[in-house]
């Protein structure tokens, strides 16, 4: 019998069941001791369930490459960490084709919130430096008093314009990504989670087959290697270099669709991740 675990609670029981002498895996889906830096969070805790994953874990598995090289070395445990990337099935495609409609100059922000600390608001003073005018278009949820704050800063005098979405279904998202030019994956560097993960939002911009302008995360990097042209990397908070880069994008040729979506198909699509699991569980049960 194998059992997997994941999210801290899982980490927690996995520990439990590895005592029992039970065959467990561990899914380190975030870096959970690096997540989240707050006084309240069990740190050390989970950095001994961490740990124990790394070294008793009958498999370990994370969202990229940069984590388990950094799991790696921050454990100082020389164990392979099998990459499951967070992409979705290339099975939603369906329900875009022959539906692309290439809006004029229109980038999108998507997340379940719409708030401080996401990099909205360098976003905006890099649009006070761009000329060229673009419609910005943010999906979450977002407070009243937030979405005031927005429209204060908002360069609205640049003719630029600025549309707040409700949050919409997943089987809905990816359509709604083809009817804009440019994603927007705008993380933080910091906490070490953040840096070294990768967001489901890159990777739907880039199965969408729209650009995208990503800052320098670690995961994001990793990412943007495959896709050269089409994703733009840029520093955290440097809202000159974004409007240097997004206007490059802008006057950048039209994307590659199909060659887009046959490299996310290969190395990022769920159908990919799912043969990269069942390989790794089927040699665990035949040892």
Avoid at 119 to 128: A, D, F
Avoid at 209 to 219: E, R
């Amino acid at each position: 019998l194998l059992h997997h675990a994941q999210v801290e609670f899982g980490f927690y029981i996995g520990q439990l069941l590895i005592k029992a002498d039970k065959k467990v895996g561990f899914d380190f889906e975030d870096w959970y001791s690096k997540d989240y830096l707050i006084r309240e969070r069990p740190v050390k805790l989970l950095q001994k369930l961490e740990y124990t994953a790394l070294k008793y874990g009958i498999y370990c598995t994370c969202p990229s490459h940069s984590m388990a090289d950094a799991l790696r070395a921050n454990y100082k445990i020389e164990k392979e960490i099998v990459v499951i990337y967070n992409g979705f099935s290339v099975k939603e495609n369906k329900t875009i084709l022959n539906k692309y409609h290439n809006s004029n100059l229109t980038l999108i922000w998507v997340s379940q919130t719409i708030g401080n600390g996401r990099g909205l608001e360098t976003l905006i003073e890099s649009l006070e430096l761009l000329d060229i005018q673009v419609t910005l278009n943010l999906v979450g949820d977002c407070s009243f008093e937030y979405a005031a704050k927005l429209k204060a800063i908002f360069p609205f005098h640049k003719n630029h314009q600025l549309v707040i979405h409700p949050t919409v279904p997943h089987t809905e998202l990816l359509f709604l990504l083809t009817q804009h030019n440019i994603g927007l994956a705008l993380e933080n560097n910091f906490p070490a989670n953040k840096d070294k993960t990768i967001s489901n939002k890159i990777l739907q911009y880039i199965q969408a087959g729209i650009k995208i302008l990503a800052t320098n995360t670690h995961g994001q990097i990793e990412v943007a290697a495959y896709f050269p042209e089409t994703v733009k990397i840029v520093a955290v908070n440097k809202p000159k270099e974004w409007a240097e880069k997004l206007k490059y994008l802008i006057n950048s040729p039209k994307v590659n669709k199909q060659q887009q979506l046959e490299i996310f198909t290969k190395h990022f699509s769920w159908e990919a991740q799912e043969k990269k699991l069942a390989r790794l569980v089927k040699n665990i049960l035949q040892n």
